[in-house]
């Protein structure tokens, strides 16, 4: 006997659909079915519609929502599969079957959901047929396991939903992804084009826009744990983007045509983070129609976005605000003592030799910084970021990276130095985040604490305080890196290295790691994020970009002034300083087998579920092989640090004493560059550079052939816990 079938329909004010669903309900192929109307207090005559066609109506005396209307029409059902069903929504005539076929299939399935078709149910306006075909196609490239739900058509069987328990009725806007995550716990998750069904959208902008923004208001404020969308995160930053791109408009009238460098990247980036929604609509419905698609389309992102960011900076004031003061408090202070350490040592505050000594030491802080903000300035100009050099440092990173430093070309060195620092140490903050959750802290409120003891524990290491003294990049590009691999859903993963290696070529690196651990989809993602910087370099910069791609790339002598000792803690700079004279390609060969054995021991550690360590080691590797690696640029030091004090709390004995020593190794650096700076010994760079970048390298040997032998004897034992759900 077929299982009874009970479709609950929330109905809320939908007279003017509720006949055109109910007959798609009852023109179903598959039998025995029961319709239950959950009239949510409508004020329309949609509850004596529902109840002249025959179906259950069980009336809410006030407005409570779409999950009060679905947990009550649950109460109230008799059936082994519960489908929920939107009002406004016409199911096709197997959807029911579909659905019934997948749960008796698949006893592990927890939900099946469907998809909407490509057109509106009764309008066939412009903005109809744009929402038509967008959620068609942010609905269909989900098909398969999803972390969500689509509660407009999903089945579940009942038992199921009495053991998750019911929706959410404080949500009014988040209840289904809520539910989904919720669900997705125990079961899994599907979508299938089996199930399908037409919307009734939206017919004008003056209704779809303010529903859209209130709608992403309430989401943003009452977010919680699983409440995301499946599968959003390209599109949140697509609107994030474009909610920049729109604030940064007034630039040109401010700074002249070159303000317009910075909407027009952001716009153009906010398209490729959603390229697959205009390449689909245009495949189906031609160029014309595209455009027309693509213009609206923007509205909403905007309106979505700017919703979004209102709602979230409620929720931050009304919830939290004390945290995020908490988190920012660091940040702040750092960059107001390093802003004033600065202004002291170049001579503001003082006008003795001393002084002066100090200020021509310190002459080249910040020095990444300033170039940087010189080859921005270089860029609003209309001309070239590699026709300059600061103290004899040339700017080295890609055209991209250029156009992201455009903006602080329009401020002065001091405010730049301030708000960048401060912004380091926020990354550095979302470093030590994602690791502790890596290494086993899933709790929240332990989590924040220790991440404020580990940004304090990581400041005085020798790598942060100079990326910090320096201004450089190192921090955001490790953020980049481990959020891609341990935060981003993998439908996106690979974009964010993409991304950093635009800025900085060394993240590549993960590019033959990701092959060699068979995630073939990230790394093909991230060698296209990355073509797409180059080309976005090329669309708006093309004679830099010639000049950046077509050879001075793979100069690693433009890194320093002429005549400069080629310091550095990779294999290139230990062969340049301790075997001068030697075989020049001999590095290179060198670098190719250290390479090929950093990864492999990286790949290993991956298959045996060591992640963390597994992308330390990669990240490792790439700084031992990379032409050109400072001190500062070992910021992996951190996550190592961290894998470290994870041992000491599951109690391995020795880990303490390695933690101190390696602790000690990177901050060994700090009390000699001060003595150096400061002139308490007549010393060179050399005598205190090269040793502490020998030991660099030295140390990042010993870690792989570390790893190595750990991975050799533990078996089957684990270095770390499993990582919390969600992330990874």
């Given at each position: 006997?077929?299982?009874?079938?009970?479709?609950?329909?929330?109905?809320?004010?939908?007279?003017?659909?509720?006949?055109?669903?109910?007959?798609?309900?009852?023109?179903?192929?598959?039998?025995?079915?029961?319709?239950?109307?959950?009239?949510?207090?409508?004020?329309?005559?949609?509850?004596?519609?529902?109840?002249?066609?025959?179906?259950?109506?069980?009336?809410?005396?006030?407005?409570q929502g779409p999950s009060?209307?679905?947990?009550?029409?649950?109460?109230?059902?008799?059936?082994?599969?519960?489908?929920?069903?939107?009002?406004?929504?016409?199911?096709?005539?197997?959807?029911?079957?579909?659905?019934?076929?997948?749960?008796?299939?698949?006893?592990?399935?927890?939900?099946?959901?469907?998809?909407?078709?490509?057109?509106?149910?009764?309008?066939?306006?412009?903005?109809?047929?744009?929402?038509?075909?967008?959620?068609?196609?942010?609905?269909?490239?989900?098909?398969?396991?999803?972390?969500?739900?689509?509660?407009?058509?999903?089945?579940?069987?009942?038992?199921?939903?009495?053991?998750?328990?019911?929706?959410?009725?404080?949500?009014?806007?988040?209840?289904?992804?809520?539910?989904?995550?919720?669900?997705?716990?125990?079961?899994?998750?599907?979508?299938?084009?089996?199930?399908?069904?037409?919307?009734?959208?939206?017919?004008?902008?003056?209704?779809?826009?303010?529903?859209?923004?209130?709608?992403?208001?309430?989401?943003?404020?009452?977010?919680?744990?699983?409440?995301?969308?499946?599968?959003?995160?390209?599109?949140?930053?697509?609107?994030?983007?474009?909610?920049?791109?729109?604030?940064?408009?007034?630039?040109?009238?401010?700074?002249?045509?070159?303000?317009?460098?910075?909407?027009?990247?952001?716009?153009?980036?906010?398209?490729?983070?959603?390229?697959?929604?205009?390449?689909?609509?245009?495949?189906?419905?031609?160029?014309?129609?595209?455009?027309?698609?693509?213009?609206?389309?923007?509205?909403?992102?905007?309106?979505?976005?700017?919703?979004?960011?209102?709602?979230?900076?409620?929720?931050?004031?009304?919830?939290?605000?004390?945290?995020?003061?908490?988190?920012?408090?660091?940040?702040?202070?750092?960059?107001?003592?390093?802003?004033?350490?600065?202004?002291?040592?170049?001579?503001?505050?003082?006008?003795?030799?001393?002084?002066?000594?100090?200020?021509?030491?310190?002459?080249?802080?910040?020095?990444?910084?300033?170039?940087?903000?010189?080859?921005?300035?270089?860029?609003?100009?209309?001309?070239?970021?590699?026709?300059?050099?600061?103290?004899?440092?040339?700017?080295?990173?890609?055209?991209?990276?250029?156009?992201?430093?455009?903006?602080?070309?329009?401020?002065?060195?001091?405010?730049?130095?301030?708000?960048?620092?401060?912004?380091?140490?926020?990354?550095?903050?979302?470093?030590?985040?994602?690791?502790?959750?890596?290494?086993?802290?899933?709790?929240?409120?332990?989590?924040?604490?220790l991440v404020l003891a580990?940004?304090?524990?990581?400041?005085?290491?020798?790598?942060?305080?100079?990326?910090?003294?320096?201004?450089?990049?190192?921090?955001?590009?490790?953020?980049?890196?481990?959020?891609?691999?341990?935060?981003?859903?993998?439908?996106?993963?690979?974009?964010?290295?993409?991304?950093?290696?635009?800025?900085?070529?060394?993240?590549?690196?993960?590019?033959?790691?990701?092959?060699?651990?068979?995630?073939?989809?990230?790394?093909?993602?991230?060698?296209?994020?990355?073509?797409?910087?180059?080309?976005?370099?090329?669309?708006?910069?093309?004679?830099?970009?010639?000049?950046?791609?077509?050879?001075?790339?793979?100069?690693?002598?433009?890194?320093?002034?002429?005549?400069?000792?080629?310091?550095?803690?990779?294999?290139?700079?230990?062969?340049?300083?301790?075997?001068?004279?030697?075989?020049?390609?001999?590095?290179?060969?060198?670098?190719?087998?250290?390479?090929?054995?950093?990864?492999?021991?990286?790949?290993?550690?991956?298959?045996?579920?060591?992640?963390?360590?597994?992308?330390?080691?990669?990240?490792?590797t790439g700084l031992l092989?990379?032409?050109?690696?400072?001190?500062?640029?070992?910021?992996?030091?951190?996550?190592?640090?961290?894998?470290?004090?994870?041992?000491?709390?599951?109690?391995?004995?020795?880990?303490?004493?390695?933690?101190?020593?390696?602790?000690?190794?990177?901050?060994?650096?700090?009390?000699?560059?001060?003595?150096?700076?400061?002139?308490?010994?007549?010393?060179?760079?050399?005598?205190?550079?090269?040793?502490?970048?020998?030991?660099?390298?030295?140390?990042?040997?010993?870690?792989?052939?570390?790893?190595?032998?750990?991975?050799?004897?533990?078996?089957?034992?684990?270095?770390?816990?499993?990582?919390?759900?969600?992330?990874?």
């Amino acid at each position: 006997m077929e299982p009874l079938v009970s479709v609950i329909v929330p109905c809320y004010n939908r007279s003017e659909t509720i006949e055109l669903c109910l007959r798609s309900v009852i023109g179903q192929t598959y039998a025995p079915v029961e319709i239950i109307v959950v009239d949510d207090c409508s004020t329309d005559d949609s509850g004596v519609i529902a109840e002249s066609m025959g179906a259950t109506v069980l009336r809410l005396p006030i407005n409570q929502g779409p999950s009060a209307a679905r947990n009550l029409g649950a109460d109230h059902a008799r059936g082994d599969i519960l489908f929920f069903l939107d009002a406004d929504v016409a199911l096709e005539p197997g959807s029911v079957a579909a659905a019934v076929a997948a749960l008796r299939s698949s006893p592990g399935l927890g939900a099946i959901c469907g998809v909407l078709r490509p057109e509106s149910l009764r309008s066939r306006t412009l903005v109809a047929q744009y929402r038509a075909l967008q959620m068609y196609h942010w609905w269909l490239v989900q098909e398969g396991p999803i972390t969500g739900l689509h509660t407009a058509l999903c089945a579940m069987r009942a038992d199921v939903f009495r053991e998750i328990g019911p929706f959410d009725p404080a949500l009014r806007h988040t209840e289904a992804p809520e539910y989904g995550w919720r669900l997705s716990q125990r079961y899994e998750v599907r979508s299938t084009a089996a199930i399908a069904g037409v919307h009734d959208h939206d017919s004008t902008l003056r209704v779809l826009l303010p529903k859209v923004f209130q709608r992403a208001y309430t989401s943003a404020f009452e977010w919680r744990a699983g409440g995301g969308p499946s599968g959003s995160l390209a599109r949140v930053l697509a609107g994030g983007l474009i909610l920049a791109a729109a604030s940064s408009l007034p630039l040109p009238l401010l700074t002249g045509a070159a303000g317009a460098v910075v909407p027009a990247v952001l716009l153009a980036a906010a398209v490729v983070f959603d390229s697959g929604t205009y390449r689909r609509v245009v495949a189906s419905r031609g160029l014309g129609f595209g455009l027309r698609f693509a213009a609206v389309h923007l509205l909403y992102q905007l309106t979505t976005a700017t919703g979004g960011a209102i709602g979230t900076a409620r929720r931050l004031v009304a919830r939290g605000a004390w945290r995020v003061a908490a988190m920012l408090l660091p940040a702040a202070i750092t960059a107001t003592v390093l802003l004033l350490v600065l202004t002291w040592a170049r001579g503001d505050l003082a006008d003795t030799q001393a002084v002066a000594d100090v200020q021509q030491r310190f002459a080249g802080f910040p020095g990444d910084l300033s170039i940087y903000r010189e080859a921005g300035a270089r860029v609003l100009a209309g001309g070239s970021p590699y026709d300059f050099a600061h103290s004899g440092y040339p700017f080295v990173y890609p055209p991209f990276a250029a156009l992201l430093m455009a903006p602080l070309g329009w401020l002065g060195l001091d405010t730049v130095y301030w708000f960048w620092t401060a912004m380091s140490v926020l990354c550095l903050q979302g470093v030590v985040w994602l690791t502790l959750d890596r290494v086993g802290v899933h709790e929240p409120a332990r989590r924040r604490k220790l991440v404020l003891a580990g940004t304090l524990a990581a400041l005085p290491l020798s790598p942060v305080i100079g990326t910090l003294l320096l201004g450089n990049v190192n921090v955001l590009l490790v953020l980049l890196v481990l959020a891609d691999l341990l935060w981003t859903p993998r439908r996106y993963r690979g974009v964010l290295i993409g991304i950093a290696a635009g800025i900085k070529l060394t993240p590549l690196i993960f590019v033959p790691y990701l092959l060699l651990t068979g995630r073939i989809r990230a790394a093909v993602i991230a060698s296209l994020s990355f073509l797409g910087t180059v080309g976005l370099g090329f669309l708006l910069l093309p004679a830099p970009s010639l000049s950046f791609w077509g050879g001075a790339f793979v100069d690693s002598d433009r890194t320093r002034p002429p005549g400069e000792e080629a310091y550095g803690s990779s294999v290139r700079g230990v062969w340049v300083n301790v075997l001068p004279g030697s075989w020049e390609p001999g590095w290179i060969v060198a670098s190719v087998a250290v390479a090929a054995m950093g990864l492999a021991v990286a790949v290993w550690a991956s298959r045996r579920g060591e992640e963390l360590l597994a992308i330390v080691l990669c990240g490792v590797t790439g700084l031992l092989v990379s032409p050109v690696t400072w001190y500062t640029h070992w910021i992996w030091c951190v996550p190592v640090l961290a894998l470290v004090a994870a041992l000491v709390r599951r109690g391995w004995r020795p880990a303490r004493a390695l933690f101190a020593a390696l602790w000690l190794v990177f901050a060994i650096p700090l009390p000699w560059w001060t003595v150096w700076v400061l002139g308490w010994v007549d010393m060179s760079p050399r005598d205190w550079v090269l040793p502490t970048e020998l030991l660099y390298l030295v140390m990042g040997a010993a870690l792989l052939v570390l790893a190595t032998a750990w991975l050799r004897r533990a078996g089957s034992a684990r270095l770390l816990p499993e990582a919390s759900k969600g992330v990874g």
